[in-house]
């Protein structure tokens, strides 16, 4: 069974994008092992100088590594993904790689109609970029919009479109992080791709 990190891309406590990780974590435990994590405790990212890194991300990025593959679910905040999941990725591309090459799925919910897409899109730039690498499941976009209206007290969702879209989606993303486990020909390559990226001449 595969194992998948459900990253929660918010410090909210009340986050309809953690209550969309915990439908799945629950709809599809029949298929894979999903494990949330927070990303709220995780200090303000200052670039020390020795890169020695915090004990809560070296923990965060342990677990990604030890995983098949990563869902993002972000929030839009100023059409844009919320300041704490920058910080995350910011720590966890420095002086560690955890991402490289790892299988990620990106997913989202918002209050409003657009269900986080730009938010989305530039996820989708960020987790490209040299010191994250990443492996992004394409044509993949879950776009939960009206999120407060998207679960009932059960914690399910009530659209079937919406519920058979997302079964549609984790299939392929099970399928994508077994073929992308057999894609690791230039993972050393990468890794040293990203670690020979310079944070000083930027």
Same mark, same amino acid.
Request: glycine share 6%; no cysteine.
């Given at each position: 069974?595969?194992?998948?990190?459900?990253?929660?891309?918010?410090?909210?406590?009340?986050?309809?994008?953690?209550?969309?990780?915990? %439908?799945?974590?629950?709809?599809?435990?029949?298929?894979?092992?999903?494990?949330?994590?927070?990303?709220?405790?995780?200090?303000?990212?200052?670039?020390?100088?020795?890169?020695?890194?915090?004990?809560?991300?070296?923990?965060?990025?342990?677990?990604?590594?030890?995983?098949?593959?990563?869902?993002?679910?972000?929030?839009? %905040?100023?059409?844009?993904?919320?300041?704490?999941?920058?910080?995350?990725?910011?720590?966890?591309? %420095?002086?560690?790689?955890? +991402?490289?090459?790892?299988?990620?799925?990106?997913?989202?919910?918002? %209050?409003?109609?657009?269900?986080?897409?730009?938010?989305?899109?530039?996820?989708?730039?960020?987790?490209?970029?040299?010191?994250?690498?990443?492996?992004?499941?394409?044509?993949?976009? +879950?776009?939960?919009?009206?999120?407060?209206?998207?679960?009932?007290?059960?914690?399910?969702?009530?659209?079937?479109?919406?519920?058979?879209?997302?079964?549609?989606? +984790?299939?392929?993303?099970?399928? +994508?992080?077994?073929?992308?486990?057999?894609?690791?020909?230039?993972?050393?390559?990468?890794?040293?791709?990203?670690?020979?990226?310079?944070?000083?001449?930027?």
């Amino acid at each position: 069974m595969k194992k998948i990190v459900g990253l929660v891309g918010t410090n909210s406590e009340h986050s309809t994008n953690r209550q969309l990780l915990q %439908y799945i974590e629950k709809h599809f435990a029949q298929k894979a092992e999903v494990t949330l994590v927070e990303i709220g405790n995780l200090p303000l990212f200052t670039k020390p100088t020795e890169k020695t890194l915090p004990d809560a991300v070296r923990q965060l990025a342990l677990t990604i590594e030890g995983a098949d593959g990563v869902i993002i679910s972000t929030p839009e %905040y100023d059409h844009a993904i919320p300041a704490v999941l920058l910080n995350a990725l910011n720590w966890l591309s %420095y002086g560690i790689y955890p +991402f490289v090459d790892k299988p990620v799925m990106i997913i989202g919910a918002s %209050y409003g109609t657009l269900g986080s897409s730009r938010a989305q899109a530039q996820l989708r730039q960020i987790l490209d970029a040299p010191e994250l690498k990443a492996r992004i499941m394409p044509s993949s976009e +879950f776009l939960l919009s009206h999120s407060l209206q998207a679960f009932n007290e059960a914690g399910q969702l009530v659209n079937p479109d919406m519920v058979a879209q997302l079964e549609g989606l +984790f299939q392929d993303f099970l399928i +994508f992080m077994e073929i992308t486990s057999q894609l690791g020909n230039a993972h050393e390559v990468n890794q040293k791709l990203a670690e020979n990226v310079s944070w000083e001449n930027r």
